[in-house]
């Protein structure tokens, strides 16, 4: 059974930083990433990350102040987020693809989701 599982969402202040993590289980993950959805609003990238190669990408409103990596020992791969803002605000998912070294919206697996909460 594939399971992807999120953790380290929270509350945190305007400036302040947090960080997520993702396990994942049961199958072999080229790609992961993730992805965010505040409310009223679709579904957004934010980061993905070759589980090979470690090459990253990032959406632009968040280059600069989050970084994702992985740690191949634990199949897990996390999201360092600093500076964090209002609009930061967001269900924060975890995606896997088994195919692919980087995930999109079309990504087949995908985690329960971690609330972020930023005041102002």
């Known amino acids: 059974q594939v399971q992807l599982v999120e953790s380290g969402g929270g509350l945190v202040q305007a400036g302040g930083s947090l960080r997520l993590s993702c396990t994942a289980s049961g199958r072999t993950f080229y790609g992961m990433g993730w992805f965010r959805q505040a409310p009223g609003k679709e579904r957004e990238f934010v980061a993905t990350?070759?589980?090979?190669?470690?090459?990253?990408r990032y959406a632009n409103s968040v280059k600069g102040r989050f970084t994702i990596s992985r740690d191949n020992g634990k199949n897990t791969v996390y999201l360092q987020m600093n500076s964090l803002k209002a609009e930061d605000t967001a269900v924060y998912y975890c995606?896997?693809?088994?195919?692919?070294?980087?995930?999109?919206?079309?990504?087949?697996?995908w985690g329960q989701g971690t609330q972020v909460t930023v005041s102002s």
């Open positions: 990350i070759s589980w090979s190669s470690g090459m990253t």
């Open positions: 995606a896997g693809d088994t195919i692919r070294a980087y995930v999109d919206a079309g990504s087949p697996y």
